[in-house]
């Protein structure tokens, strides 16, 4: 049993924690969410879940990750289903889920855009290793996932990211 | 290094400057509230439905034991009360036919 204090102590670093990652984690959320509202909907389920079962967790912050993943999917399965009942109900929420870069705007719209193209399974990786600076050993005991199967759908997914924003720039320069 | 890990490298890089819109405050201190009382809102259901699942069963206690106690046949009431028995003998034997006619 955790004592008042010690509690506490945790509480304040997982708050610490959250200040410097909670966007990510939202991030996270997103790829399976209709909205940000949706998102953050899920991570902070997600999160309480995390919370009152991290005993069991062997890496906390993977452990942290998978809670958020199935909150978000959760949601996003309820939603579909309530979707299907309100037919043609369009999607709102187009806004970027990143700060604005004035500078690097239409390049990192590129990047956003392109990253959404990707399967779900190679963008979670990257969202993962990029935003949330998992390890390999992180992401597979998050996805249930060999390390090795984690690292090479990151390499696979990148690679193609990278082929898809060449593309779109050879098709931006021939206009 | 290859002009495609570069490229790599150069998108990685890109990527990771790229800063996920900020978590907003009333998350943080939800989470911070969640995290510093030991019974969550989960916690709460849960107790509210094992209350509700316990008021439950002691109904139906109740409602049990009320038929019990019930279905126990009582002790046979006297039919008939030894003086009301008397008066009953008493009108039997009045004499009937002089008070008809």
Redesign the interface.
Same mark, same amino acid.
């Given at each position: 049993m955790i004592g008042g204090s010690q509690l506490s102590d945790e509480a304040d670093q997982w708050r610490l924690w959250l200040q410097r990652h909670g966007a990510a984690l939202i991030l996270f959320a997103r790829q399976w969410s209709a909205s940000s509202a949706d998102a953050e909907d899920s991570m902070q389920a997600g999160f309480l879940k995390f919370w009152r079962t991290r005993s069991r967790a062997r890496d906390q912050v993977a452990y942290l990750y998978t809670c958020v993943r199935g909150a978000a999917m959760d949601l996003g399965r309820s939603q579909r289903r309530r979707t299907i009942r309100e037919a043609n109900t369009p999607r709102t929420d187009n806004d970027s889920s990143f700060i604005p870069n004035l500078e690097r705007a239409e390049r990192n719209a590129a990047i956003e855009s392109a990253l959404r193209e990707l399967p779900a399974d190679q963008r979670e990786v990257v969202v993962m290793r990029i935003w949330g600076g998992l390890t390999f050993a992180q992401i597979g005991q998050a996805l249930h996932l060999p390390l090795a199967t984690a690292a090479s759908r990151y390499r696979y997914a990148i690679k193609r990211l990278e082929t898809d924003l060449s593309e779109k720039e050879v098709r931006h320069d021939e206009r | 290094m290859t002009n495609?890990e570069q490229?790599?490298e150069r /998108?990685?890089r890109? %990527? #990771?400057?790229?800063?996920?819109?900020?978590?907003?405050v009333g998350?943080?201190d939800? /989470?911070?509230d969640? %995290? #510093?009382h030991?019974i969550?809102?989960?916690?709460k259901s849960d107790w509210l439905l094992l209350t509700a699942i316990g008021s439950g069963l002691a109904a139906a206690f109740v409602i049990v034991a009320t038929l019990t106690v019930q279905s126990i046949p009582d002790t046979p009431a006297p039919s008939i009360s030894p003086p009301m028995a008397a008066i009953l003998f008493a009108r039997a034997d009045a004499p009937w036919n002089d008070i008809i006619k």
């Open positions: - | 495609d490229q790599i /998108l990685e890109e %990527m #990771t400057s790229m800063l996920p819109a900020a978590m907003p998350i943080l939800h /989470l911070t969640a %995290m #510093t030991k969550t809102p989960q916690r």
